[in-house]
């Protein structure tokens, strides 16, 4: 059987991360109509209504699944799909967007760290190199110009580096998750856990009321074409893919892709939303474009792929 291009499967994770930067198109509005964790809520929600069929489909691949799969899985759910995107999302009613923007190009490092001591991860020649190059060429691309100015510190920060954590453990659990369960699975497993992870977080922040659920919101077709839109093609879809390409990624490489995110981010700003994109920024894409290549191209090499393979064991 001939084998893929090593470029394959890095390549299904930015296609998912990008994906994922598509969602202001839908979470802007619905932002308006509800507090953050109602709305992670009900994308999760929505989310299991169209993922939860493949898992019936797929139902024989959870056989024989090892425990500490489950565990890995049990916590890429509530930390990275759940509480990372809680914390996000009410960040940014806080925080200034370029500055939220930022600080999440330091989760890659982050994840660097978590493969390291969970995963055993070993980086190539240059790696941190270019892993700097990647971080400054994603932080040129969350500015519209070189100069700091309204760049406000104020806020909650704190959100917006836990968030960073969350997400950065989450592409190591979601490593180990698919390298001993189909992506077929897992991918519905992560949201339906995350969608109870929310609950639970709804309740403790005391928004399961009608005051904060809102059901009568629900009388009106753009508020269900939002949720569904921002489920199938910022929720699913992009799991799906990212989860086929964490399979055969290592998580050190994954969480550079994941950068994709950014640039599809302001790609929606521009061509949707009007927004020009400044020469900072189209600098800011090319650096991160190359420096995400060279990093494929160093964790790729046989030298270093020896020691990238996940053997989770109970």
């Known amino acids: 059987m001939k084998t893929p291009p090593r470029w394959l499967a890095p390549m299904f994770v930015s296609m998912g991360a990008a994906l994922w930067g598509t969602e202001t198109l839908w979470r802007v509005f619905l932002n308006k109509q509800f507090v953050s964790d109602v709305v992670v809520l009900y994308e999760h929600g ?35 799909s759940a509480v990372g995107t809680f914390f996000f999302t009410e960040s940014l009613r806080t925080v200034n967007l370029s500055v939220a923007n930022v600080l999440l190009n330091i989760q890659p490092l982050f994840a660097a760290f978590f493969a390291r ?86 309740c403790i922040n005391g928004h399961a009321s009608v005051a904060f659920l809102k059901p009568d919101v629900f009388q009106h077709w753009q508020i269900h074409q939002d949720f569904l839109l921002l489920s199938v093609f910022a929720g699913v879809l992009p799991l799906f893919l990212y989860f086929r390409g964490l399979r055969d990624t290592p998580a050190s490489l994954a969480s550079f892709c994941e950068m994709a995110q950014i640039l599809a981010a302001l790609i929606v700003t521009w061509g949707y939303f009007g927004e020009s994109l400044s020469l900072t920024q189209i600098l800011g894409a090319l650096i991160l474009c190359l420096a995400v290549a060279r990093i494929n191209q160093i964790q790729s090499d046989p030298n270093t792929l020896l020691s990238q393979s996940v053997n989770p064991k109970d």
Do not use: D, H
Not at 139 to 159: D, I, P, R, V, Y
Not at 170 to 181: D, E, F, K, Q
């Open 46 to 80: 929505y989310c299991c209504l169209v993922a939860l069929p493949f898992l019936w489909l797929f139902r024989e691949a959870l056989q024989g699944i090892k425990a500490r799969v489950w565990l890995f899985l049990l916590g890429s759910a509530v930390l990275g």
């Open 117 to 202: 001591v969970l995963l055993k991860e070993q980086f190539g020649p240059g790696f941190f190199r270019w892993a700097f190059v990647a971080i400054t060429g994603g932080a040129l691309l969350s500015l519209k110009t070189l100069s700091l100015e309204g760049l406000s510190l104020s806020g909650e920060l704190w959100m917006v580096l836990i968030s960073a954590l969350c997400w950065s453990f989450g592409t190591v659990a979601g490593r180990v998750v698919n390298t001993g369960m189909s992506f077929w699975v897992a991918s519905p497993l992560r949201l339906l856990f995350g969608l109870i992870a929310m609950i639970a977080l709804v």
